[in-house]
Every structure is written in structure tokens, then in C-alpha cells.
């Protein structure tokens, strides 16, 4: 340790003397200019100016900072800058949270400023480009003749891919690996490009076919099988942060975003080219409209976690609803540029971004464009021009009803002092006459309905004709929805008498008895609501209701009793039959005959009872009184209007749905619909909702030289054409990020790591492309040769630097033993969803059938409310559930526990990368969980179908999860288990198997 410390010292000490040793001017231009444009002008510029310092000119350096002069030419000691940089305990002020100066660096400045700090005149630096921001420009392909592994043997350059890979190994002196066999090649393709694994007859067959364009067939039957987008799916969802519900308190369940999921398997399937599965999912509807994958691909902006309550249940008005509004803007900003830039925007938020060219002006520009954005349900397969008019109606319907509501207010309000107080006695007594006395036969109930002014009607049959003194209706009582006592009372109805059956009559023979029809009747509670009849003799009465009593959110027409009395006040209605436009027959509670069983509901105390009645009498005897005639006239052309426009709304194709970026949308609470009207939206210092400053208008980030960041849109433009000017900026061919990005996650899952690897982070605080140039040849091949994924993982997975075995070489991995220069093949642990999905497939119960709503691995509890996700109520032999596993309902809150032992991505967070332990856990879980236990138990039901043997059945069940034969020793020690456990407890141990778990 001695000896290492001195060597590092005098190392220092000879890079310090070398620095000494330079001219001034050399310096400058060799160590300090390099030195501060890398490692402080990102913050100490002209624009920003952390510390009141700017190390831009000559100028502004020696005008001082926040303690004193920066440089002091010929005099180090007295310069601040100097101070900065040098460490104090151990730690040094600048860079600020970056890599310390190194001894030599901090000694080249010392001399530099010793020597005068000369500085070429008029000389202005600008920080260097960062990486990712560089122009693309396509780098020549090496030429390189390294073409031996590690073996000796050749080691071909089949493609490009290979020619950047092996003068990288020669630069690094290392050699590849040989390559691997085709055994361990067919299984590392299948689950790569597919998912599943090959079954032991896929195997033999390729590794059997003597064609020598054989592993290149076998790709491209892969990539084209349906499989393929359900694979790669997976890592796009991974990285948007799909799931099925929302996150936060509540997590509600999102019944209808899997269409989104479904969109993306089926865009990878077709290989959509990237530029338009690019569009689609940021402005689809603005670009493409017509097109339902222009409202499909809009469910990644709704994909991320969403706030109920902070947006159900708080309005926008109060400070918690203008944080969770803010918030989901920046979830949106950030889902977008993370995915597809690689960017850190996010960092933004409260103020600019510390290592990367990002403003908060920039940030919050890209907040407005999404700033009419919500997400909400919205149907994604009508005509543009029916979603248009379903519009039209329901802004005139949303008008008709406010125009409605007024008219009503104003007719309330008509009766003065006197009906207000009326009203106050109405509302005050009425909670004590509600509480019933009531047995469970409730009366008769008609059918649901949508609209109000559906016509209902009941008719009793008195058995003869009757002279008639009195008719008496007996209101209902039901909790449902609240509603309690009136519980479906009509609101407008008539009441009419006929002698004879009605087809055996004249429609002008139906006596009109009671007409409550020009306006809305009060709910009487559980009154009765009585109508004397003078010299009336009848046999059928029947009431017809023309306005349905609300019930929660539909409408119906309840009566717990309909009672007759004759002149000597007999009730000649008891057990009369019932007849009825319709009825709901749910004994014991409903049914047509409990209208005239005798049975009714009744309240508690009748003193307060007269009261009420006493009270709502005077009440509507003064309303009617002071209702004008041509308020009434206005009110009914209202109601009828509203009526037209809710059935003209009904007639329209409803479409299916999907949860997506919306600005139309049925309210909810304090959730209301933008309508396209973008909200405004401010600099938030600090990014504090209660501290706005400057407006912004939409922009993005300034990346693409030339282009300005902020949108050039005309006066008047719509919420979507911000959106589509982002989308066309993200995709333009002289936009570094989004090229680079892409290809870099494909790279990633195919090698194990990116070659940045970072995939979501190519800012300063991310990592350095180990291989620059290839990054940039691939981002420029797929940008310029049709953005073909497929073309890409062929390019891939058919160079030979992709063949290469993942065995371990001693020299190779002293050099670089974390494979860096990709010497060799990366080994893996296949993911979560693949273990599943592997398990199903061996055990011969994996059912392929793709798309549609998830299927749950829980029983849902309280779903209305607060659900609750029971994943110990699952049944594991559910076949539903037998299919694979991208098409399970995700659950943020609650996420399925076996597939999280197994490193699961979290759903309410970008995973670029999934994390990959090996914990005691995990084995405990595959031995144990009860879904493995019922595999195993298929898995062995199916060996001893398919094979006679026990120890061919073990011999099979070997090939199927590890590719290969077993030797005669380990089926020796397999048969051995079997027998002495059975044949399922043996199925269990090959779960576990690190062949069936791991690929090479």
C-alpha cells in the first residue's frame, strides 16, 4: 500500500513538473481551455452565472465572483479560483457533485495563472457538447483484420457490428470468445426474440440442419411469429410505466387500458416503422386522425400513475389540486423525454438543471404542451365526424341544462319570504317522517331506464265497476343510492279511470282523474299523497308517469301501494290484479302484486307527520300559485329539448374505449374535461405552485442546432398542434437523442447492458458510450434504412460478437471483468414474466391466445371504493390465467408477489434495466408457491402422458427446461429423487434448475 501511495505521488508530481514545464500560451490551449469548457462552464457561463461567476472571457473571470477576484494574473495564491478547486478535508467545492481536479489538473491552473493567465484575445469559450448532443455523423466502419478468439481459432466479422466490436478488443488487447454451440444458441434466440422456450424437437432440428444459412432462417421465423411483439412488448411497457391501475391512495382499477398494451404488440408485430409509433403515441389523434391507432398509441401518455383523489376529489381551484395537476403534467413531460430522449428534463422542475443545458423555462414549456391534456376514457374506434358530433350534442345538451337548471331556480325563487321558509320547514321536518316502518315486501318497481322522461306506466283491475270517493298513492322506501324514503316516486305523472278493458274502448272513453304533468311534483317522503274524486264509477285505474324519479344514476318508478276507496271508505284495491308497461320481479322485495298486497311503508311519527304534510301542502299550493305561465311554457320547451338532445346522444355508435390523453370526457367530481382549452402555465420558482412567474408558451429542449426550442405556432392554434409539433420535433433526422436512444435499448436487451449504460440518462450524470462510434453507425442505419426493428435485431443477434460463448476467460477478465469491450456473450437469469411463461409452456399449459382485457392473479375487493388485491384468494388452475404473463392485470399498489421476488419491474417507475438478484427468496418461491405447486403437478400429469417410463418421463422433463440430454449420472440422481418423492416434488427441483432459470 506504501509503495502504491508513492508511485501515485510521484506520478503527480512528474505531471505537475511536466505543466510547469509548458509555455503559457501552450498551457492554455492544451490543459486549461480543455479543462474549463469540460468541467465548469455548464455552470459558470455568460447565461447562468452560478456564484456570480463566468469563466467564459478573460473579462468576466477577473471582474470577481462572490468572494473576491477569480484570478489574480501571476499571483495563484491570491486567486478564488484556486480555492474552488482545491480540496479542503478531502473534498473540494468545484465541480460541484462532479469528480474532484486531479493533483496535475489543479497544478497546470496554479502555473497557469502564475505565469500571468494569458487568455488569446477576444477569445469567448463555450462549454463543450456533451455527447448525446452531438451531431450524428456516420463514422467510418474499422477496418480491422482481428478475426482469432481466445482460442485460437477464426472468429468471423459477419456485419458491421462486429468490424466496431473487434477494434474495440484490439485496442483493449483482448480477444473474443469462441462461438457457442447451436444448442445454446436456439435457446438463447428463443427467449430473446420470443419469450418461451424451444421445445427438445426445435432443438434437434436445428441443430440437425446442415444448412449453413440455418441460425439466419431460424431468425427470421422467430421475428415473425405473433410471440415476438409480446416480448418485446414487455420492455416498452417496462419503460412507459403501464399498468392497469392507477397508483396513489385509491388505485383504482383502469378496465380499459390494456388496448394500449394491445397497440404496442401489435406495432412491434407489423414493425411499424419507429418515426410513427413515435407520433402516434405523443399526437397520434392530431396527426393521423381517422386512424385508431392515433388514439391507441395515446394511451403511453396516460400510462404512468394518475392522482384520484388529488384530481377526483380536490378541485383545480385549491393548492392540493394545482399540485396533483402539476405533477401529472410532469409525469406526462417526463415519461416522454425519458423514454424517448433520454433525458432528465425532470431535473427541471424547481430549478435549471444542474449538469445538463435544461432551463426551467424549457421544462415548463414542455409542460404546456400538455397542458389541456388529461387522461380519461375515450372511445378510439368511430369516424372522426361521429366523434365530432357526439361533441356537438353534448355541448348543446351541457347548455339545454344549465338553461333548464336557471329556469328552475328562477321558478323556485318566485314564491318570495314566504316559500324559503316553506321550503327550510319542508327540509327540516322531512328527515324525521323518512325513518320507516316497513316490512320487506316494498311494492312494485319498474325497469330501469336511462332517460327521465321515459314513459312508464301501472294499471289495477278493481274486478267491476266502482264508484269511486278517494285514490291514495303510498310512496316507497329504499336505501339504494341514498335515496331512502320516496324512493322512485314519480315526478311528473297522470292518473286515468276507464270502465272497460282498453282494447275493448276508444282511447277518448280513458277518464283524465288526476293530471300532475306541467310540473315537477315534490317527494312526499313516506306521506301518502291523496286525491279526492267526485262521481267517478271505474274499474281500471292506472297510473302513467311521464318523469322518472331519479335513482342514482338512472331513473325508475316506484309505489309501495296503490289504494282505491269506495263511497263507504272501504279500500276496493286490496289484492286487485296489477298489470304494468314493465316490471322488475325480484321477490320478496319487488313485484307488480305487492302494489296492491296492503304493504306499505310508514312513517315513525305522526305528529311531525301532519306537520310535513301541512308545510309541503302550503309550500306547492304557493308554487303553483307563483309560477309564471310563460316561465312554465319555457321551462317545458327546455325539458323537451334536453329529452331530444339525450336521445339524439344515445343513437350515436358508442365505440370501444381506451384510457388515454383525453380533453373530452364525462366529469367526475372536481375532474372536469379542458375541452382543448390549454390551462396557462407558469415558471414555478422552486417549482412551488403558489410562487408562479413567467407565462410560458409550448417548447421543448434546445438539442437540434439551428432549431429553436420554443414552438413557432400560429394565434389560435389547437391543444393538438402543440403536441404534434413535439412529436415532429422528437422524430427530425438531426435530432441526436431519439436515434441514439432506441438503438441503445435494443442493444441493451439483447447484450445485458446498453452501450451507454444508462438508458434513460444520457446527461452529464449518466455514463459514457463505451463504444461511441457504433452507437452512432447504428442510430444513423436505423434512422436512414426504414426505423425497421426487426431489421435491427437481425443486424444483431446475426453478428458474431452476439454467438459468442459467456464462459469466462482469466486473461479477458483481468483486463476488463466487466465486459466492457463485449469479449464475451453476457449470461443471464431469464426475467420475471419469462419464468412464468416458461413454467406454463413446460407443464403443457400455456394457452397462447393474445389480446384483450387482463386476466387477474387476485380476487378483488371493494372494488368501487378502495379496492383491495387478494393474490392468496388466486386459483392457479384457473385456465384463464394460463396465458402469458403481459397480458395479467398489473396492479401498482399491490404487485403480484412471486413475479416481484423475481425482480418484477415497478410499475409506477421507468425500468429501462431490470434489476437481477439471486436471494434465497427466490428459490424459496419456486419451490413453494402455490401457482409452481400446481405446475409441477401439471408438468408430471403431462410426463406420464406423454412418456411410458418413469425414467424416460425424468429424461423428458430434463430436455424440456434445459435444452439438453442429461448425462446418465444426473439421471441416475434424478430417478433416485423421483423415486424416493414422486414424480411432482422432481418437477419442482427442475423449476429450479439454474439451466432452466439462466441462458447463455
Known amino acids: 500500500m506504501r509503495r502504491t501511495r508513492t508511485i501515485v505521488i510521484v506520478m503527480s508530481l512528474i505531471a505537475a513538473l511536466q505543466a510547469c514545464l509548458l509555455p503559457a500560451d501552450e498551457l492554455f490551449d492544451t490543459q486549461i481551455k480543455p479543462l474549463l469548457e469540460r468541467k465548469c462552464l455548464s455552470c459558470h457561463n455568460e447565461q447562468d452565472r452560478k456564484g456570480s461567476l463566468s469563466l467564459q472571457t478573460a473579462a468576466a473571470m477577473h471582474t470577481g465572483g462572490e468572494s473576491g477576484a477569480v484570478v489574480v494574473n501571476g499571483d495563484a495564491a491570491a486567486s478564488y479560483l484556486l480555492d474552488l478547486i482545491t480540496p479542503t478535508d478531502g473534498k473540494a467545492a468545484m465541480p460541484k457533485g462532479g469528480q474532484p481536479l486531479s493533483p496535475e489538473e489543479i497544478a497546470a491552473v496554479r502555473k497557469w495563472i502564475d505565469s500571468g493567465a494569458a487568455w488569446p484575445d477576444a477569445l469567448k469559450l463555450e462549454p463543450e457538447i456533451w455527447w448525446s448532443l452531438r451531431p450524428l455523423q456516420r463514422p467510418q466502419v474499422p477496418q480491422t483484420g482481428f478475426v482469432v478468439d481466445h482460442d485460437g481459432n477464426d472468429w468471423p466479422v459477419r456485419n458491421p457490428v462486429d468490424s466496431f466490436i473487434a477494434a474495440k478488443l484490439e485496442q483493449n488487447q483482448l480477444a473474443p470468445s469462441p462461438l457457442a454451440d447451436r444448442r445454446t444458441l436456439i435457446r438463447r434466440l428463443y427467449f430473446d426474440l420470443i419469450g418461451l422456450p424451444p421445445t427438445p424437437s426445435e432443438i434437434e432440428a436445428f441443430v440437425a440442419d446442415p444448412d449453413p444459412l440455418a441460425y439466419e432462417q431460424l431468425v427470421d421465423r422467430l421475428l415473425a411469429m405473433p410471440q415476438y411483439g409480446e416480448r418485446w412488448a414487455r420492455h416498452w411497457l417496462d419503460i412507459v410505466k403501464y399498468a392497469d391501475t392507477c397508483g396513489y391512495d385509491k388505485d383504482k382499477l383502469r378496465p380499459n387500458a390494456w388496448p394500449y398494451r394491445d397497440y404496442v404488440i401489435r406495432s412491434l408485430n407489423e414493425d411499424k416503422p419507429y418515426a410513427r409509433f413515435v407520433q402516434e403515441q405523443v399526437a397520434g389523434d392530431a396527426l393521423f386522425p381517422g386512424s385508431p391507432d392515433g388514439i391507441l398509441g395515446l394511451g403511453f401518455l396516460a400510462a404512468g400513475p394518475w392522482d384520484f383523489i388529488g384530481h377526483v376529489e380536490v378541485p383545480e381551484s385549491k393548492i392540493d389540486g394545482k399540485i396533483a395537476r402539476s405533477l401529472d403534467r410532469d409525469e406526462v413531460v417526463s415519461n416522454v423525454l425519458n423514454t424517448f430522449c433520454s433525458a432528465t428534463v425532470q431535473c427541471a422542475r424547481c430549478h435549471n438543471h444542474k449538469f445538463d443545458p435544461f432551463t426551467q423555462q424549457h421544462y415548463y414549456s414542455l409542460q404546456a404542451v400538455f397542458a389541456a391534456v388529461d387522461r380519461a376514457e375515450r372511445a378510439y374506434d368511430l369516424d372522426p365526424a361521429i366523434e365530432q358530433q357526439r361533441r356537438d350534442v353534448e355541448e348543446q345538451l351541457r347548455e339545454r341544462r344549465q338553461q333548464l337548471a336557471k329556469l328552475n331556480a328562477t321558478i323556485e325563487s318566485a314564491g318570495g319570504e314566504r316559500l324559503k321558509e316553506l321550503q327550510a320547514k319542508v327540509e327540516r321536518l322531512k328527515s324525521k317522517v323518512t325513518a320507516p316502518l316497513k316490512r320487506p315486501e316494498y311494492g312494485y318497481h319498474s325497469q330501469i331506464s336511462a332517460s327521465r322522461d321515459a314513459e312508464k306506466w301501472v294499471e289495477i283491475d278493481l274486478g267491476r265497476p266502482v264508484a269511486i270517493s278517494r285514490i291514495v298513492l303510498r310512496p316507497c322506501h329504499d336505501d339504494y343510492g341514498d335515496v331512502g324514503a320516496g324512493f322512485g316516486f314519480p315526478?311528473?305523472?297522470?292518473?286515468?279511470?276507464?270502465?272497460?278493458?282498453?282494447?275493448?274502448?276508444?282511447?277518448?272513453?280513458?277518464?283524465?282523474?288526476?293530471?300532475?304533468?306541467?310540473?315537477?311534483?315534490?317527494?312526499?317522503?313516506?306521506?301518502?299523497?291523496?286525491?279526492?274524486?267526485?262521481?267517478?264509477?271505474?274499474?281500471?285505474?292506472?297510473?302513467?308517469?311521464?318523469?322518472?324519479?331519479?335513482?342514482?344514476?338512472?331513473?325508475?318508478?316506484?309505489?309501495?301501494?296503490?289504494?282505491?276507496?269506495?263511497?263507504?271508505?272501504?279500500?276496493?284495491?286490496?289484492?286487485?290484479?296489477?298489470?304494468?308497461?314493465?316490471?322488475?320481479?325480484?321477490?320478496?322485495?319487488?313485484?307488480?302484486?305487492?302494489?296492491?298486497?296492503?304493504?306499505?311503508?310508514?312513517?315513525?311519527?305522526?305528529?311531525?307527520?301532519?306537520?310535513?304534510?301541512?308545510?309541503?301542502?302550503?309550500?306547492?299550493?304557493?308554487?303553483?300559485?307563483?309560477?309564471?305561465?310563460?316561465?312554465?311554457?319555457?321551462?317545458?320547451?327546455?325539458?323537451?329539448?334536453?329529452?331530444?338532445?339525450?336521445?339524439?346522444?344515445?343513437?350515436?355508435?358508442?365505440?370501444?374505449?381506451?384510457?388515454?390523453?383525453?380533453?373530452?370526457?364525462?366529469?367526475?367530481?372536481?375532474?372536469?374535461?379542458?375541452?382543448?382549452?390549454?390551462?396557462?402555465?407558469?415558471?414555478?420558482?422552486?417549482?412551488?405552485?403558489?410562487?408562479?412567474?413567467?407565462?410560458?408558451?409550448?417548447?421543448?429542449?434546445?438539442?437540434?442546432?439551428?432549431?429553436?426550442?420554443?414552438?413557432?405556432?400560429?394565434?389560435?392554434?389547437?391543444?393538438?398542434?402543440?403536441?404534434?409539433?413535439?412529436a415532429r420535433w422528437l422524430v427530425r433526422d438531426d435530432n441526436p437523442l431519439t436515434w441514439r436512444?432506441?438503438?441503445?435499448?435494443?442493444?441493451?436487451?439483447?447484450?445485458?447492458?446498453?452501450?451507454?449504460?444508462?438508458?434513460?440518462?444520457?446527461?452529464?450524470?449518466?455514463?459514457?458510450?463505451?463504444?461511441?462510434?457504433?452507437?452512432?453507425?447504428?442510430?444513423?442505419?436505423?434512422?436512414?434504412?426504414?426505423?425497421?426493428?426487426?431489421?435491427?435485431?437481425?443486424?444483431?443477434?446475426?453478428?458474431?460478437?452476439?454467438?459468442?460463448?459467456?464462459?469466462?476467460?482469466?486473461?479477458?477478465?483481468?483486463?476488463?471483468?466487466?465486459?466492457?469491450?463485449?469479449?464475451?456473450?453476457?449470461?443471464?437469469?431469464?426475467?420475471?414474466?419469462?419464468?412464468?411463461?416458461?413454467?406454463?409452456?413446460?407443464?403443457?399449459?400455456?394457452?397462447?391466445?393474445?389480446?384483450?382485457?387482463?386476466?387477474?392473479?387476485?380476487?378483488?375487493?371493494?372494488?368501487?371504493?378502495?379496492?383491495?388485491?387478494?393474490?392468496?384468494?388466486f386459483d392457479p388452475n384457473d385456465p384463464a390465467t394460463h396465458r402469458r404473463s403481459i397480458y395479467r392485470f398489473i396492479v401498482r399498489s399491490q404487485p403480484d408477489p412471486l413475479l416481484t421476488t423475481l425482480d418484477c419491474a415497478d410499475s409506477s417507475q421507468s425500468t429501462p434495466r431490470r434489476s437481477e438478484t439471486v436471494t434465497a427468496l427466490q428459490a424459496l418461491a419456486l419451490l413453494n408457491n402455490k401457482f409452481n405447486l400446481t405446475m409441477a403437478t401439471r408438468f408430471a400429469e403431462r410426463l406420464s402422458a406423454e412418456k411410458q417410463s418413469q425414467r424416460e418421463q425424468i429424461a423428458y422433463g430434463f430436455q424440456l427446461v434445459t435444452g439438453r440430454d442429461a448425462e446418465p449420472g444426473e439421471l441416475d440422481e434424478l430417478a433416485a429423487y423421483a423415486a424416493e418423492h414422486g414424480l411432482p416434488s422432481l418437477c419442482r427441483l427442475l423449476f429450479n434448475l439454474n439451466e432452466f432459470v439462466y441462458i447463455d
Open 491 to 726: 315526478v311528473r305523472f297522470r292518473i286515468t279511470a276507464r270502465l272497460e278493458p282498453e282494447a275493448d274502448q276508444k282511447p277518448d272513453q280513458s277518464l283524465l282523474v288526476v293530471d300532475r304533468t306541467a310540473a315537477d311534483v315534490s317527494n312526499p317522503g313516506l306521506l301518502p299523497v291523496e286525491f279526492p274524486v267526485a262521481a267517478l264509477e271505474a274499474r281500471y285505474l292506472r297510473v302513467s308517469v311521464t318523469r322518472l324519479a331519479e335513482r342514482k344514476n338512472d331513473f325508475i318508478f316506484a309505489l309501495a301501494e296503490l289504494e282505491v276507496f269506495d263511497q263507504e271508505g272501504r279500500n276496493v284495491a286490496a289484492q286487485a290484479a296489477v298489470t304494468a308497461l314493465d316490471s322488475i320481479e325480484a321477490p320478496i322485495r319487488w313485484g307488480r302484486n305487492n302494489l296492491t298486497d296492503g304493504i306499505f311503508a310508514l312513517p315513525a311519527e305522526d305528529a311531525v307527520a301532519k306537520d310535513y304534510a301541512a308545510a309541503l301542502a302550503e309550500r306547492d299550493q304557493l308554487t303553483q300559485q307563483t309560477r309564471p305561465p310563460e316561465l312554465l311554457r319555457q321551462q317545458t320547451d327546455a325539458a323537451k329539448a334536453v329529452k331530444g338532445l339525450e336521445q339524439s346522444l344515445s343513437a350515436l355508435p358508442q365505440g370501444k374505449l381506451i384510457y388515454a390523453a383525453a380533453t373530452h370526457f364525462k366529469p367526475q367530481g372536481s375532474f372536469q374535461p379542458t375541452k382543448g382549452f390549454p390551462r396557462s402555465v407558469h415558471v414555478l420558482h422552486r417549482g412551488n405552485v403558489t410562487d408562479p412567474r413567467e407565462e410560458v408558451s409550448a417548447g421543448t429542449l434546445p438539442v437540434v442546432p439551428g432549431v429553436t426550442a420554443t414552438f413557432e405556432l400560429p394565434v389560435g392554434h389547437n391543444e393538438g398542434d402543440r403536441r404534434a409539433a413535439l
Open 741 to 873: 436512444t432506441i438503438v441503445n435499448r435494443l442493444w441493451q436487451f439483447h447484450f445485458g447492458e446498453g452501450l451507454c449504460a444508462t438508458p434513460n440518462d444520457f446527461g452529464r450524470m449518466g455514463q459514457l458510450p463505451t463504444h461511441p462510434e457504433l452507437l452512432d453507425w447504428l442510430a444513423i442505419e436505423f434512422r436512414d434504412n426504414g426505423q425497421s426493428f426487426k431489421q435491427l435485431h437481425r443486424l444483431l443477434v446475426t453478428s458474431s460478437a452476439y454467438r459468442q460463448t459467456s464462459a469466462d476467460h482469466a486473461a479477458s477478465s483481468s483486463i476488463d471483468g466487466s465486459n466492457q469491450s463485449l469479449w464475451r456473450m453476457t449470461r443471464r437469469r431469464i426475467e420475471a414474466e419469462e419464468v412464468r411463461d416458461a413454467i406454463l409452456s413446460v407443464s403443457g399449459c400455456l394457452n397462447l391466445q393474445m389480446g384483450g382485457p387482463g386476466y387477474y392473479l387476485f380476487a378483488v375487493e371493494k372494488p368501487e371504493h378502495s379496492p383491495h388485491y387478494e393474490y392468496d384468494k
